[in-house]
Structure formats: C-alpha cells, structure tokens
C-alpha cells in the first residue's frame, strides 16, 4: 500500500502541487475511504513520510550545488 501511494504521489508531481485528492483520485479512492480504512491510512501516512524525507534529501542537495 505504501509503495502504490509513494509511486503515485511522484507519478502526479505532488511535490510541485501538493494536491493529494489527484493521487487520490488516480487509485481511485476517496478521502472518506482513507479515512475509514486503517491499513490504507497507515499506508498513505508512511508513504507521506517517506516522500517529504526525499525532498528534505533533494533540497539539501539542491542547496549545495
């Protein structure tokens, strides 16, 4: 479930437009049904975390070129 939301969030450039309903919408899932689904909210909080841990990396990087 993770790995689905983190490709999914590269895949709809959320970095760029932080919009989570167009991930959501590309799974074809709602924010209700995240919300009501545990495994899937886990899933997505992870994959949330693991993404702004990449960007920190990738602006860190950035900033020293």
Do not use: C, H, P
């Amino acid at each position: 479930i993770k790995s689905m939301f983190a490709y999914e969030l590269a895949n709809n450039e959320y970095r760029y437009t932080e919009n989570l309903k167009a991930t959501l919408d590309s799974v074809g899932l709602s924010y209700e049904q995240i919300e009501n689904n545990a495994a899937l909210k886990n899933g997505l909080n992870l994959a949330l975390k693991r993404y702004e841990y990449w960007l920190k990396g990738l602006n860190i990087y950035e900033s020293i070129k």
